[in-house]
């Protein structure tokens, strides 16, 4: 298993994303620059702070990828059940939306954190599950 990384260190790519709202709902979204290459209906890790969440990007009304919410698990994302872990992290440091993000790849294409700008985050290793696991899961 790999050491834990800090979010400063060179192998950590770095995007400032936009933290805005899904229309008049009030609901948080993080709008995902285009060189992660995430389409809709992806799942990804997003750790916020110190916890490993689940996630699936989805769009904006003009096709921008975003995520809407974080959860405990892969079916919780899927279905937007139970609490969804980004907002309760938004609450927690504080940030209302128009405010912007920090996103840091961790594993590409599978696994991002995402902080306050300035902060320092040592991150646990994410590592992406053997592909013949997870595709026997999902066929499930």
């Known amino acids: 298993m790999a050491d834990a990384i800090p ?3 060179p192998a950590v790519d770095s995007y400032r994303v936009d ?3 899904v229309g008049s709902t009030g609901r948080p979204q993080v ?3 285009d060189e992660l290459g995430c389409e809709p209906d992806d799942f990804v890790r997003l750790v916020l702070a110190d916890r490993q969440t689940h996630a ?3 769009s904006t009304l003009s096709g921008e990828p975003t995520i809407q919410g ?3 698990n892969k079916r919780l994302a899927r279905t937007a059940d139970g609490e ?3 907002a309760a992290w938004l609450d927690d440091v504080g940030l209302d939306p128009e405010t912007t993000l920090v996103l840091d790849v961790l594993t590409d294409g599978y696994a991002y954190g995402l902080r306050v700008p300035g902060e320092r985050v040592v991150y646990d290793p994410v ?3 053997d592909s013949s696991l997870s595709d026997i899961a999902d066929s499930l």
Do not use: G, M
């Open 7 to 9: 979010s400063d260190h």
């Open 56 to 58: 699936q990007v989805t």
């Open 127 to 129: 590592e992406k599950p």
């Open 31 to 33: 709008l995902l620059p």
């Open 19 to 21: 933290l805005t709202t």
């Open 84 to 86: 969804n872990l980004l």
């Open 70 to 72: 974080a959860y405990a």
